[in-house]
């Protein structure tokens, strides 16, 4: 076997062939450089595997395999329907090698893997499969005007398009970027984070049998710096779609000027969860737990600063604290019971830890959690669920996205404060808000500055629906139809019935 792929056994038993390589025109090869990237496993710090990682001249090449793709006919003339059964038999081919790649994720990224399995895969697939049914939906219209004049729209590809994505959901946030960029008629440069490059270079070995012409899909690992920013700045590519934290999304606007590229940028949040009096205090208790501690708090939209009203604070607070000790079980995320695996990389933990320090250190009241969690042999990235209360707004941990099992509690006494406490950030992603009044709970969905509002729930996900941040949270929006608009032109054809100049 040559060294672009490795056999490995995963600590769940699963065997498997690993690859190695950046996946160009459907192989896999080698970086120019030579170049690797180590992948860690969070929850033993041991090394996984290593694997090429991409360097600028990687970047051209893949964006000439992209480019060349983009005009050939097998892929731009290709029936709309056909291109739909392309990406319908890859939906299919990732639901046969779900066990595979929900290993490998967890194995990677430290994820339970249960929730890799029945959420993530659940989702990659029903994005693909979502998607590749628009395929053959897209079209333009006819614009009357006049009897001497046809107009009509073309909705057209992008052309290449780069995708940046993050290490919190590597093949979910893939499957976000694909799915609309293929059923559109682009072709793709798709860079997975640094710290977990698998999963994505095994989903590349499924490419080629789905039937995508060579360089329509094209998988570079590497380090941001380098690969992510010679994807950003490439004057070959069209269009930027990219996951991760605000600073990085600032950057990558900025080189994406040098042509400028079409940009879609999903980044960081401060998400409110706002529990009034009047809340169904049970079911606030449990999505606040869902908002904050699922897929161990590294998730942009939680809702990581609850404020409750203060007629239900400190019921809340016992409440809450009570239901995060039973059902935050913290361990190995390959057993059944596991509900937090590590968090991904030891910056991220110690990330994490200096938040607690910080939140220490100004004053606010710790109640729970706020210490490494060493009970899972002793090594791995593992937090305890840390919950402060009496926090005020100026604190750090209040202001800041820890992106953690890490939650800040304050409280407020009308609705009017709330709603400008909510709004008192620079982000604007999601925002819940628990009230058994209809007519408040809509009221505060318009008032309050997010990309989505959650009424009696939190991160309530769905493929269908539009997702995306309005302030500092993002530009644009993936998933549900709105998702196709970042990935198509309207062009604008005027014919002339007659009317002479
Ligand atoms: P984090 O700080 O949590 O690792 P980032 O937002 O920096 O998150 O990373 C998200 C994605 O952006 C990753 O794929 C990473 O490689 C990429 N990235 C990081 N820095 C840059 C950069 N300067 N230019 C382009 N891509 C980058």
């Keep these: 076997m040559s060294d672009l792929f490795v056999e490995l056994t995963a600590p769940n038993g699963v065997k498997y062939t690993q690859p190695r390589g950046l ?229 990558i606007m900025k080189m994406a000027a040098v042509n400028m590229k079409n940009i879609t940028l999903e980044t960081g949040g401060k998400s409110p969860l706002l529990v009034f009096d009047d809340a169904d205090l049970d079911q606030a208790v449990k999505w606040a737990h869902i908002g ?9 939209t939680a809702t990581s600063r609850i404020l409750i009203q203060e007629g239900v604070y400190d019921k809340f607070v016992a409440a809450f604290k009570e239901h995060v000790a039973k059902t935050s079980i913290v361990g190995d995320p390959f057993n059944d019971d596991t509900f937090q695996g590590p968090q991904i990389t030891k910056t991220q933990y110690e990330r994490v830890l200096s938040y607690i320090e910080s939140g220490k250190s100004e004053g606010a009241t710790l109640v729970a959690g706020g210490e490494a969690y060493k009970d899972v042999g002793g090594k791995g990235f593992f937090i305890s669920p840390t919950i402060f209360t009496n926090v005020k707004d100026h604190h750090k941990i209040y202001r800041e996205e820890v992106f953690g099992p890490f939650v800040v509690i304050s409280s407020f006494k009308t609705e009017e404060e709330a709603i400008e406490r909510a709004n008192g950030t620079t982000y604007g992603l999601g925002a819940a808000v628990f009230t058994q009044d209809i007519t408040k709970g809509h009221r505060l969905a318009r008032l309050i500055e997010a990309g989505m509002v959650w009424i009696n729930s939190s991160n309530d996900s769905d493929i269908r629906i539009p997702f995306g941040g309005v302030k500092q949270s993002g530009i644009g929006r993936e998933l549900g139809e709105a998702g196709l608009e970042a990935y198509t032109n309207k062009k604008a054809v005027h014919v002339n019935l007659g009317t002479k100049l």
């Design 292 to 300: 904050i501690m699922c897929n161990q708090g590294q998730v942009c």
């Design 23 to 251: 996946f160009i025109n459907n192989e896999f090869v080698k970086s120019k450089s030579g170049e690797t990237i180590i992948s860690i496993n969070p929850s033993d710090e041991n090394e996984i595997a290593s694997v090429y990682a991409a360097g600028p001249e990687d970047v051209d090449i893949a964006v000439a395999a992209a480019r060349k793709a983009f005009k050939d006919p097998s892929w731009r003339d290709l029936d709309s329907s056909a291109r739909g059964d392309i990406m319908y038999k890859f939906a299919e081919l990732i639901d046969q090698h779900k066990e595979t790649l929900a290993t490998i994720e967890t194995w990677d990224n430290g994820k339970p893997y249960s929730v890799a399995l029945n959420e993530d895969l659940a989702e990659v697939v029903g994005t693909i499969k979502y998607y590749a049914g628009y395929a053959n939906k897209i079209h333009g219209q006819v614009i009357d005007t006049s009897p001497a004049k046809l107009a009509y729209t073309i909705r057209e590809p992008l052309g290449v398009c780069g995708q940046i994505i993050p290490w919190n959901y590597p093949l979910a946030m893939a499957a976000w970027k694909l799915g609309p960029a293929l059923c559109t008629g682009n072709t793709v440069i798709l860079k997975a984070a640094e710290q977990t490059p698998l999963s994505i270079l095994y989903l590349g070995t499924l490419v080629k049998e789905a039937g995508f012409p060579p360089g329509v899909i094209n998988f570079l690992n590497g380090e941001g710096r380098k690969a992510g920013a010679a994807i950003a700045q490439h004057l070959g590519i069209d269009k930027i779609a990219f996951t991760g934290s605000t600073g990085t999304g600032k950057e």
